[in-house]
């Protein structure tokens, strides 16, 4: 369209309308379709400065087409969950699809993408939380919502994400329980063959318990005195699988000789002669499950030890606890499959209770020793003056005599 000096514009168009506003329009870069502006404008010059605008984001290349944005958080949540579900696992695709289902689509999805603002996901939160839901699970649906806004950042659909600013909830405070050396030894002794052995792997070896019940007779390398964990078994809707461990990485575990000893015994007396079967089975031969191995032999275990509060988890923050202490928590963080060192410090490697206690009697008793040296280094140092002296005063004389 010819502008106020009869020229043709360049990129675009604008006309006016019965209503006596102004109308642009535009060739869509992608696909070549003649699209209008989001809204008229109230002069010409509005809507030729928007073209223009417009013009510059296309060549810059940070054009968003104004109508992408106008997409559901259902729609696009979908399209999104269908897309990342295959590289999640299967547990966590269960867990997402019943908060989007549950807690987003009814409470936020029939907005429009670009609608959303900071301030309906904070009042988004507060309705959960409002409705019960706990802390943990409300931080998970804000992670899988804060995906879908990202996701449509990536896809220029809109230009930021609204999940910005955003105060989650605070998890409650929760501490592992650390086992002492005696509270495991007793634990362990408590519980029948081969269930001891489990425990065992457990606290020495810092296994998720998922993983110990998915070893099986390959995974033992006796030669070299190594365990290889490279499963998980896992439970979703009552239906047992095996899946990668937590971290997807495939480690080998250094055993103490003792142990080895035991899983061989083990081998030749209990396991299958077959490199896929499972190192612990339940009574009907099948892949154990937690709640019942929990209820039927670890939970009974831990209350005739005499002991309170103490999961299977618990063993293996006990065992990170120890080789952080011993040997660094990046040691630890590598022996219990953790790619990130701070994942290990801020859930596992924790001291136990009383050890504070050891700590101060351990510096007190280092002051000691310094003490007793110091005092030994002078009574020394004195005697070696006492020394020195009584030999010069007995050569004196001998001097004069000399000299005489």
């Known amino acids: 369209m010819p502008n106020s000096r009869g020229r043709r514009r360049r990129f675009g168009a604008v006309r006016q309308l019965g209503s006596g506003r102004w109308q642009a329009r535009y060739r869509d870069p992608a696909t070549g379709l003649l699209r209008s502006a989001p809204h008229t ?9 928007w073209l223009t605008t417009t013009e510059a984001e296309i060549i810059k290349g940070t054009f968003r087409d104004p109508s992408a944005g106008k997409i559901t958080v259902a729609e696009w949540g979908k399209r999104w969950f269908d897309s990342a579900s295959p590289h999640l696992k299967r547990r966590t695709v269960t867990l997402y699809a019943g908060l989007i289902r549950l807690w987003i689509n009814p409470r936020v999805g029939g907005y429009e993408l670009s609608a959303v603002r900071p301030i309906h996901i904070k009042e988004w939160l507060a309705g959960l939380q409002k409705a019960g839901l706990s802390a943990s699970r409300a931080r998970t649906a804000y992670r899988v ?4 806004f990202a996701s449509a950042v990536d896809n220029d659909l ?3 994400t609204p999940c910005r600013g955003i105060k989650l909830p605070r998890l409650p405070e929760t501490e592992p329980h650390i086992l002492s050396n005696r509270e495991v030894e007793r634990l362990i002794s408590n519980l029948n063959r081969p269930h001891d052995l489990l425990v065992k792997l457990l606290a020495y070896a810092g296994l998720r318990i998922g993983e110990g019940f998915a070893l099986r007779r390959k995974d033992v390398d006796l030669v070299n005195g190594l365990i290889w964990v490279d499963e998980a078994l896992a439970e979703d809707a009552g239906q ?3 899946d990668t461990p937590k971290s997807h990485q495939k480690r080998p575990l250094a055993l103490p000789a003792y142990l080895v000893r035991e899983l061989q015994e083990h081998l030749a007396a209990r396991v299958a002669d077959d490199p896929e079967a499972l190192l612990f089975l339940g009574r ?15 939970d009974k275990a831990v209350e005739r030890a005499g002991l309170k509060d103490v999961t299977p988890q618990d063993l293996r923050a006990t065992h ?6 011993r040997h660094g928590v990046m040691a630890a ?3 219990l499959g953790h790619a990130n060192a701070s994942v290990t410090t801020r859930h596992y490697a924790r001291s136990r209770d009383g050890q504070d206690a050891e700590i101060a009697k351990e510096l007190n008793a280092d002051h000691e020793r310094a003490k007793r040296a110091r005092a030994r280094k002078a009574k020394r140092i004195k005697r070696d003056v006492a020394r020195t002296l009584h030999e010069e005063k007995g050569a004196a004389p001998e001097a004069e005599d000399q000299g005489g």
């Open 41 to 49: 404008f109230e002069t010409k010059t509005d809507a030729d400065l």
């Open 145 to 148: 919502l804060s995906q879908i």
């Open 158 to 160: 809109i230009a930021v």
């Open 240 to 242: 047992l699988f095996f």
């Open 284 to 298: 009907t031969g099948r892949p154990l499950r937690y709640n019942s191995w929990r209820r039927t032999h670890f």
């Open 320 to 325: 990170a606890s120890q080789v952080a202490d």
């Open 333 to 335: 963080a590598k022996r």
